[in-house]
């Protein structure tokens, strides 16, 4: 009897949890993804005349008589554009190091994957101190044609140019293990039958990579048609900046600049629900391949046509130059002296980039001397740049890890409720952020909650300190289906029988999923961590839409050290610690991605391996016997 009781109550307990966890995640899915974005959708129908009446035309007038439809068609012309660049380098590249027997594709692959340990406002910098009208290349090009344009380097080619390398990260990731998983036996198969290899290329090859490839293409035309970026930095009208911008206007700068920028935003989401749906549909469709029984590793082709073996080797290697000589020349810049980055020649080495501050004197007109104090800093040791690290690594560490929690909790959910709708429903909840733009949801943030919104009681989240809150939110929903895809498919590996097993042996649900399903995911959790914490650190679009005194992140204050520098003599060498910031970046996002893919990746077999050979390794250096010499 007694144990019938304590049965009804633990049952009881578990169902409030499941209704306080119920009602909570209703309250953060309808106070954070809905309400606000729907907030927005009702402000460009809620705008008044002059006479105070409500107008809900108005801003869909102005948008066809004014600037307006430019923005929309620049970007799309943008991302249409992309497609065509992006596919031809990002195949190119993929298929110069993984299915051609090219010289030295080792060292082409490091060169052409340098986008996956920096990108963003850290990559569209780097391309601006090669080729800005004072940038290293322009100024060595000048000095040999005086009459060139320096400033060329701007507008809609020099985005292109930029984007075109930036977005082949993806093609060096997925269509990389796409071609890898390519079955040999059927390329030999066609070789057999007289096929010559470009024709089993385009013949074979490339049709079992088609599902990839429209993947990537419709990535690629969201990302032009959202870019932020490379658009500010370089000049050239698109969507996102103009919606930043017109957030930051009033009314009595322009007519209901706020409303303006909802509706570019509210048309940004209608293109990108479009294509995800689009995307969705072709992957539901699936695409099954015929291949052997014993499926054999692919083989690099040899080009057997000299010429075109010299041609396909030259442009491997021009593409090599142009993705390494922006990395090439900031680590080398890094290390110069603020007189030799501003000449663009080689001094002497120095760190003040990265540490420590020097005094700068200089002469005035009347001739006296001024010593401006700590005019020259290290990135170590100027405040804005520290200030900055420290708020976006904080703010990017907790947004990842709430993400992971977030994710973890909901996906257990729905595996232990595979076929409810309850499952579906949360499901859709977390790719819901995955339909709208990130403009869109921060652009919605900023105007809903810069007031005493009763909804998070009463406080102005974009208000101060607030605003870094916001942040952090605007962060874990951002990747939250990220997180979901990544986490979900680390489930699918839980054997069902080990859980059956442990509820058998008397365990709880939650001790269940504390020590036998928490540690088989956990490489997965900690990989989208770790990835998450990468993206986030160096975030450029939902920092320049927060950007305020007390939001300041790192990749804004990147953005605006060049402006500042040499301003009433501070800063001296503000592009040389820009440089040295690019640089710390990079190490940072190329630690995680080793921890990620490199050791993250390894299985224990390969773990044991390499703990063998460390061993042997240390007993050769120390004149010890190994352990399993020991053993034996």
């Known amino acids: 009897m007694q144990k019938a009781i304590g049965r009804q109550k633990g049952l009881s307990a578990e169902k409030l949890w499941k209704v306080f966890g119920a009602v909570l995640f209703g309250y953060l899915f309808l106070g954070f993804m809905v309400i606000p974005c729907f907030n927005t959708l009702i402000s460009v129908f809620s705008v008044k005349d002059a006479s105070g009446k409500t107008d809900p ?8 008589s004014g600037t307006m439809p430019s923005f929309v068609w620049n970007s799309v012309k943008l991302a249409l554009c992309l497609i065509v660049t992006v596919n031809v380098v990002g195949i190119s590249i993929v298929l110069l190091t993984e299915y051609f027997d090219i010289k030295g594709a080792k060292i082409l692959r490091l060169g052409y994957m340098t986008t996956l340990i920096y990108s963003g406002v ?13 940038g290293i290349l322009t100024s060595w090009l000048a000095q040999t044609f005086p009459g060139m344009n320096r400033q060329w380097f ?3 080619y020099a985005v292109l140019f930029t984007m075109t390398f930036a977005c082949t990260s993806n093609h060096a990731l997925f269509l ?18 007289g096929a010559r290899p470009f024709k089993v290329l385009f013949k074979v090859v490339m049709p ?4 990839t490839l429209f993947s990537l293409t419709v990535m690629t035309f969201i990302t032009g048609l959202c870019a932020m970026s490379a658009p500010t930095l370089l000049g050239y009208d698109s969507i996102n900046p103009e919606i930043v911008r017109l957030a930051g206007s009033s009314a009595a700068d322009e007519s209901f600049p706020q409303a303006r920028a909802a509706l570019l935003s509210v048309i940004l989401a209608m293109f990108t629900i479009i294509l995800l749906t689009t995307l969705n549909h072709y992957e539901r469709k699936g695409h099954y391949l015929s291949v052997s029984k014993t499926k054999q590793k692919l083989q690099k082709q040899k ?17 090599f130059i142009i993705y390494m000589t922006p ?3 900031i680590v080398v810049f890094s290390f110069q002296n603020w007189q030799a980055i501003q000449s663009k020649t080689l001094s002497g080495f120095t760190f003040i980039n990265y540490f420590g501050t020097e005094d700068y004197t200089y002469t005035r007109s009347n001739g006296k001397q001024k010593v401006v104090a700590d005019a020259i800093s290290g990135l170590f040791a100027n405040n804005k740049t520290v200030g900055g690290i420290r708020l976006s690594f904080i703010m990017s560490a907790i947004a990842a890890a709430l993400t992971c929690v977030i994710v973890v909790l909901v996906v257990n959910y729905i595996f232990k409720n595979k076929h409810s709708k309850k499952s579906r429903v949360a499901e859709a909840c977390l790719l819901f952020p995955w339909l709208l733009p990130t403009i869109l949801i921060c652009y919605s943030y900023r105007i809903y909650f810069n007031d005493n919104i009763w909804y998070v009681f009463s406080k102005n989240l974009y208000y101060r300190e607030n605003v870094q809150i916001l942040i952090i939110i605007a962060y874990t929903v951002v990747k939250l289906p990220f997180a979901l895809r990544m986490i979900k498919a680390a489930f699918y590996a839980i054997d069902d029988e080990l859980e059956d097993a442990a509820r058998n042996l008397g365990a709880s649900s939650l001790v269940t999923f504390l020590r036998v399903k928490l540690p088989i995911v956990l490489p997965s959790v900690l990989a989208v961590f770790a990835l998450n914490f990468n993206a ?23 953005q605006s050290m060049t402006d500042e520098e040499g301003r009433n003599g501070f800063n001296r060498n503000a592009t040389g610690r820009r440089c040295a910031s690019t640089v710390f970046i990079m190490i940072v996002s190329g630690i995680i991605l080793y921890l990620v893919y490199g050791v993250g990746a390894r299985d224990l077999a390969e773990r044991l391996a390499l703990k063998e050979k460390r061993g042997r390794i240390i007993a050769r250096l120390t004149g010890r016997k190994p352990k399993e010499e020991k053993a034996a």
């Open 57 to 64: 035309f108005a801003v869909i007038r102005f948008f066809f």
């Open 122 to 134: 850290a990559l569209v910098t780097g391309y601006q101190f090669l080729y800005d009208n004072d």
């Open 154 to 156: 701007s507008g809609f």
């Open 176 to 193: 990389r293990n796409a071609i890898r998983g390519i079955d040999y036996n059927t390329v030999e198969a066609a070789r057999n039958l």
């Open 208 to 211: 079992t990579l088609l599902p």
């Open 303 to 319: 080009i057997d046509n000299p010429v075109y073996n010299v041609l396909a080797h030259i442009y491997a290697y021009v593409l």
């Open 327 to 329: 990395v090439v020349m």
């Open 536 to 558: 986030l650190f160096t975030e450029y679009d939902m920092g320049a839409t927060f950007q305020s005194s007390h939001g300041t992140t790192y990749a804004m204050v990147i």
